[in-house]
């Protein structure tokens, strides 16, 4: 008889943010957020031109005509990114997210960190690492908990709190 293996909740909840960042209409990075409290889905989002806008997949991307390295001018891009898409998703539904973690296929940059430190977010559980040192800066002075996902084979837990910013706090068990 096969084992059966069961995720953990963090590989759980990461492999919903992997499957939810397949949407993107970004040219340059795939990013998908799952917003969770209580080990329940509240929102998802992922990065893309406004509702109704055309995409960069259909338009180009005007950061690469323009040569702006990544985590630049985040003005002079067309997509909102996944977690802002996914705090929109549950203010336009009515879902508080205050005490709830995020679980993002990459470290959210400074603007997704304010966003994130004003809807009440606790925890940010990360897939890859992006480099913005104002956004570990002010989660670090928020005392947001940010962990990066190291899945472990043998026993699917998550490896240790990110080097970028380590705090105290809850944790999805």
Same mark, same amino acid.
């Given at each position: 008889?096969?084992?059966?293996?069961?995720?953990?909740?963090?590989?759980?909840?990461?492999?919903?943010?992997?499957?939810?960042?397949? =949407?993107?209409?970004?040219?340059?990075?795939?990013?998908?957020?799952?917003?969770?409290?209580?080990?329940?889905?509240?929102?998802? !989002?992922?990065? %893309?031109?406004?509702?109704?806008?055309?995409?960069?997949?259909? *338009? !180009?991307?005007?950061?690469?005509?323009?040569?702006?390295?990544? !985590?630049?001018?985040? #003005?002079?891009?067309?997509? *909102?990114?996944?977690? @802002?898409?996914?705090?929109? @998703?549950?203010?336009?539904?009515?879902?508080?997210?205050?005490?709830? +973690?995020?679980?993002?296929?990459?470290?959210?940059?400074?603007?997704?960190?304010?966003?994130?430190?004003?809807? %009440?977010? *606790?925890? *940010?559980?990360?897939?890859? =690492?992006?480099?913005?040192?104002?956004?570990?800066?002010?989660?670090? @002075?928020?005392?947001?908990?940010?962990?990066?996902?190291?899945?472990? +084979?043998?026993?699917? @837990?998550? !490896?240790? #709190? +990110?080097?970028?910013?380590?705090?105290?706090?809850?944790?999805?068990?």
């Amino acid at each position: 008889m096969a084992e059966n293996k069961r995720p953990s909740w963090d590989e759980y909840f990461m492999n919903m943010a992997e499957l939810v960042s397949q =949407r993107s209409t970004c040219l340059r990075r795939k990013v998908g957020a799952v917003i969770v409290k209580d080990k329940r889905i509240l929102a998802t !989002g992922y990065n %893309g031109a406004p509702s109704g806008l055309p995409h960069c997949l259909e *338009i !180009g991307c005007l950061r690469e005509k323009m040569n702006i390295p990544s !985590g630049e001018r985040h #003005e002079l891009c067309r997509a *909102i990114h996944g977690e @802002q898409n996914a705090l929109v @998703q549950s203010a336009s539904f009515g879902v508080s997210v205050r005490g709830a +973690s995020i679980y993002s296929t990459t470290y959210p940059c400074s603007l997704c960190s304010k966003m994130l430190i004003n809807a %009440g977010i *606790i925890e *940010i559980v990360v897939r890859d =690492r992006y480099p913005d040192k104002m956004s570990a800066e002010m989660l670090s @002075q928020a005392n947001i908990r940010v962990r990066v996902f190291v899945p472990d +084979s043998s026993n699917g @837990q998550t !490896g240790d #709190e +990110s080097p970028i910013c380590k705090r105290q706090g809850s944790s999805q068990d």
